[in-house]
């Protein structure tokens, strides 16, 4: 059986045979067994591109945009633009606008879709402001959906859960995003954001990697500007310091920049402990103190 649209064909009509083939080329349904056409000018309803591979295959596949985890609804609901079409008539002009407004009202109606719109476009502000790339911000988008889905955004602010599953989805993803960061970038007391992000990975049973020290020396030597041969020395420093043990019970970061901080000094760039913490936000105390116990312990190492 060939079903062209409203066709249903079985069998020929002419010799009763059922081996009905369909010859693209010329657009027609033939019996293989009497030649005979039982349709012509049949409309090919596949696509107008031909692809030889499956890779060439889906390259070329066009459905519309593809689904985002950044909207609501996916991607998947229909937009009606606000622009005015000329050559209406008043009558039509304002049915058009009657239809926008409401379909705009329907797309976001339920409580649900409100808060994710509400929160997945706090998400999408705070990552352009940091500069997060798009796995990360789909990560973050994914969390949300299942805090809510979960119940957990009841009774807490939608704006300060949203900034917590952007830093849940940066540790996730091994990216080095400090709490102060989103903090001054959202406005968000950083004890809340702790708070949530605390709540959401206890509930949520989520597995966070630790931060390593060298995930932030490439950070640090980003921001203070120094030069690739101060960086590679400073992660000769810190492997050093992780075989004497020097690494256990010290905060990743104090770590980090004491190593930098060495491999400025060894590579001839002076830059003060003061640079170094107001860039790593920490204390000068902390930098000096990582910095007398790899000294003391690590003599070889400077001498590189």
């Excluded at 067994?33 to 890779?55: I, K, Q, S, Y």
């Excluded at 985890?69 to 633009?81: A, N, P, Q, R």
């Excluded at 107001?278 to 116990?293: G, H, K, M, Q, S």
């Amino acid at each position: 059986m060939i079903e062209q649209r409203s066709i249903l064909i079985e069998r020929c009509p002419e010799c009763g045979e059922s081996v009905i083939v369909k010859d693209s080329n010329s657009a027609e349904l033939v019996c293989t067994n009497c030649g005979f056409v039982l349709t012509a000018h049949m409309t090919d309803l596949g696509p107008e591109w031909r692809a030889f591979t499956p890779a060439e295959r889906e390259t070329k596949v066009r459905v519309g945009s593809p689904q985002t985890f950044m909207l609501h609804d996916k991607g998947l609901s229909t937009k009606i633009d606000w622009r005015d079409i000329g050559g209406f008539a008043p009558e039509k002009r304002a049915q058009f606008h009657r239809i926008r407004r409401w379909q705009q009202r329907i797309r976001v109606s339920s409580s649900t879709e409100k808060n994710l719109a509400r929160a997945l476009s706090e998400i999408s502000r705070i990552s352009d402001m940091l500069n997060l790339p798009k796995n990360i911000v789909e990560t973050s988008a994914i969390n949300y959906r299942k805090a809510v889905n979960e119940g957990l955004i009841r009774g807490r602010s939608i704006k300060s859960v949203a900034i917590a599953v952007t830093y849940l989805a940066c540790r996730q993803n091994k990216l080095v995003r400090t709490i102060s960061e989103l903090s001054e970038a959202s406005g968000i007391n950083k004890k809340e954001i702790a708070s949530n992000y605390r709540f959401l990975v206890r509930k949520m049973k989520f597995f966070v990697p630790p931060v390593r020290p060298n995930q932030h020396i490439t950070k640090i030597s980003n921001k203070i500007g120094l030069d690739g041969l101060t960086e590679g020395v400073a992660h000769k420093i810190l492997r050093a310091a992780k075989k004497q043990r020097l690494t256990s019970g010290r905060g990743a970061k104090s770590i980090a920049t004491a190593a930098v901080y060495i491999a400025s000094k060894v590579t001839g760039e002076n830059i003060t402990q003061r640079e170094f913490a107001e860039v790593a936000d920490l204390t000068e105390v902390t930098i000096r103190n990582r910095y007398r116990e790899m000294m003391r312990c690590l003599s070889i190492v400077i001498s590189l």
